[in-house]
């Protein structure tokens, strides 16, 4: 994976006597804004339609006024001062409807809480079977997957090999999906076999845990954080073991949207820089997945 090393440009959107100042990343001698650099159709618009799925609580979802919350749709908010344009989120139901969404070019970019992933780079299946275009990332975070139990953690789940002979629950079409289908076959060598329950959302996979009928529930360790510590009170569940296989969420791209994805990385980098970047994650108390620089394809 490529390293988040570097911190690029520090240049930010500021509002003046109520007029929105743009300021371009490494603006000089006439160069011109970011929001000036934005592909053409863009800027006519006014606005950067956005795919999300709004079940991932802390990262994305909707407050009690029904309004988008978390960490993307705040760093969308940043990202509309520093580009001069509105970023307008479009709910399109189950996670596993993001991807196809953009490639069916319903909207410019994914931004909801999405692993980059070599197989979502690529548009193959988790056997390698070509199965679309694939798209870019503009990688902005970093996230492992964590496994939620219920409370006091009574099977004494603390890593993937723990789970075989056990029964987990997932949301269908993410990566722990995928790790947890792959996992199975680890645990058939092991003669313990591991089931999975393939769900269409977070609240019914955790569902089924909190009933009884999984032993575990495995999802982005943000997620797992804050469902064990808000459930119940705090009372209903707990994570079991440390983070796993760390990962990048990127901003998803169409492949030939190079423009759109070059000014988005400066743009990010420009957060990054000037430390806006770092007060979102205070906030929604999520500094461990802080990058040093924004970056495409960094899986």
């Known amino acids: 994976m490529k390293a988040f090393t570097s911190r690029s440009c520090g240049s930010i959107?500021?509002?003046?006597?109520?007029?929105?100042?743009?300021?371009?990343c490494g603006t000089s001698g006439g160069k011109a804004s970011l929001h000036d650099q934005l592909p053409e159709k863009i800027r006519k618009a006014g606005v950067i339609q956005v795919g999300a799925s709004f079940t991932a609580a802390p990262v994305i979802f909707r407050n009690p006024q029904g309004q988008p919350d978390g960490l993307d749709?705040?760093?969308?908010?940043?990202?509309?001062?520093?580009?001069?344009?509105?970023?307008?989120?479009?709910?399109?139901?189950?996670?596993?409807?993001?991807?196809?969404?953009?490639l069916a070019q319903k909207?410019?970019?994914?931004?909801?809480?999405?692993?980059?992933?070599?197989?979502?780079?690529?548009?193959?299946?988790?056997?390698?079977?070509?199965?679309?275009?694939?798209?870019?990332?503009?990688?902005?975070?970093?996230?492992?997957?964590g496994i939620v139990v219920r409370k006091g953690n009574p099977e004494k789940l603390t890593k993937l090999d723990s789970l075989c002979g056990r029964t987990v629950s997932?949301?269908?079409?993410?990566?722990?999906?995928?790790?947890?289908?792959?996992?199975?076959?680890?645990?058939?060598?092991?003669?313990?076999?591991?089931?999975?329950?393939e769900l269409?959302?977070?609240?019914?996979?955790?569902?089924?845990?909190?009933?009884?009928?999984?032993?575990a529930y495995l999802t982005d360790y943000p997620k797992a954080q804050y469902r064990s510590q808000t459930e119940g009170g705090g009372q209903d569940f707990d994570l079991a073991g440390p983070q796993l296989q760390p990962r990048p969420y990127g901003i998803a791209l169409r492949k030939g949207d190079k423009d759109l994805q070059t000014?988005?990385?400066?743009?990010?980098?420009?957060?990054?820089?000037?430390?806006?970047?770092?007060?979102?994650?205070?906030?929604?108390?999520?500094?461990?997945?802080?990058?040093?620089?924004?970056?495409?394809?960094?899986?």
């Open 170 to 197: 997932v949301k269908k079409g993410t990566i722990h999906d995928d790790l947890a289908t792959n996992q199975m076959k680890a645990c058939e060598h092991l003669g313990k076999p591991l089931k999975v329950m």
């Open 107 to 145: 909207y410019d970019i994914g931004l909801s809480g999405i692993t980059d992933t070599r197989e979502r780079q690529q548009g193959v299946d988790k056997n390698g079977k070509q199965v679309n275009d694939g798209v870019d990332f503009v990688d902005y975070f970093m996230a492992g997957i």
């Open 200 to 215: 269409d959302g977070d609240d019914k996979a955790l569902d089924e845990l909190r009933s009884g009928s999984a032993d």
């Open 73 to 102: 749709p705040d760093i969308a908010a940043a990202l509309e001062k520093t580009l001069g344009v509105k970023f307008e989120f479009q709910d399109v139901g189950a996670f596993s409807n993001v991807l196809p969404g953009l």
């Open 263 to 299: 000014i988005l990385t400066k743009a990010l980098n420009t957060l990054i820089a000037n430390g806006t970047y770092d007060q979102i994650l205070t906030k929604r108390q999520l500094s461990v997945g802080a990058v040093q620089n924004s970056v495409v394809n960094g899986s």
């Open 13 to 24: 959107a500021v509002i003046a006597a109520g007029a929105l100042l743009l300021s371009a």
